[in-house]
């Protein structure tokens, strides 16, 4: 069955539900499921109340690079906008003193703006701080309209990536089962919408190369050091699979595009070695990487539009739950660097979405950073087709008749 939006029953979100107690991030529900929109419908009606309170003020400049310890004016004006947007308790703001419990409200506000919890005001928690509450109301509204235009069913196991966080959810009935750290396409070369099933697992994969990565990226590398292919472990190929003598190509010219390249199974493979595949109209898949260091950024957007997925093989081996492939078997095969193929008879559906604003299950108002500009306007590049269970969602009602005028027409 086909989910519609504005059908699902009203769910009351108390627009304060958030604490700032210093906590692990639980699993709970994933931020995409068949309750975020009505939820995040209450999430802008507070935020619109708010707003006609006439918001928050702007910061100081002299909140950047406040941490534990300080004291003065620019604490205190950082205090009451923590207690404005929920971070912190009203009676945190009784001095003007950097204290722990700041602290933990800084930390809160980072947590729901997919940062860094460090607890101090760097340069991306400043950004962050600055944007006013008619863009954080705008991020909402966006996403709503994306959430409803969305095709999915729900099944009972999925996998959704959310790409403005880089974060993938493995959800099984409801809940979120993992969830991964990911990077995701940088500007120039997005990740897309994608609605598909993970059919098949990879180990130890090959690598051909994308034409348009040859062209902007490898060609100019090839030309600077005629060994780049060796040192790689990559060979190229000319119509008909015949491999080449990669000093027999012009680099620089139209030929290159006329040769592909495939790169060796390997530690060094830039899909790792392992690739969740699923069939889709943009070629784009989950894979590992051999730069493990990326995870640990919380600004992951540094791929040609596939998504690398931290810990992949936990994530291969809960969508082979039930089989007599675990994930002992999956780093034992890895190891002996084996090629397989391992078909999965019962796919796992997947979903790729573009989610700026929304609210959690727990209460927490979550927002990332448009890196694409969707919520400028600039239109997503989604796939028109069916949804993974064959049904063709419908359009339900205008927005509008939920949650009034759009912020842009205020």
Known sequence: MMFQWFRLPVLILAFCASSAAARAEPLGEPAFSPVTYQRTVWAYEGYRALYEKGGWPDLPASVAGLMEGAEGPAVAALKQRLILMRDMAPDAAENDLFDQGTREGVRHFQRRHGLNPSGKIGE???RALAVPIDMRLKQMWMTLERMRQTHFSFPERYIVLNIPGATIEAVDHGQTARRHVAVVGRPDRQSPLVSSRLATINLN???????????????????????????HGMHVFGP?????????????????LNVSIRQDPGPANSLGRLRLDMPNIHAVYMHDTPQRDLFRSDARFHSSGCARVEDVVGLAAWALEGTDWNRARLEGEIASGSRIDIRLAKPVPVIWVYLTGWAAADGTIQFREDIYG???GRAPQAEAEKDVTGSINQRPAGIADL???SPARR
């Not at 994969?205 to 040192?231: C, E, H, M, Y």
């Not at 008909?240 to 290159?256: F, H, K, N, Q, Y």
Request: proline share 9%; hydrophobic share 35%; no cysteine.
């Open 124 to 126: 991306r928690t400043l």
């Open 205 to 231: 994969p090959t690598w051909t190369v994308p034409t348009s990565i040859i062209r902007n990226d490898l060609g100019p590398k090839i030309q600077a050091d005629p060994l780049f292919l060796q040192k």
């Open 240 to 256: 008909g699979g015949i491999e080449l003598d990669p000093a027999s190509v012009d680099w620089s010219g139209r030929t290159r």
């Open 374 to 376: 969707f919520d400028e």
């Open 403 to 405: 949650i009034g005028a």
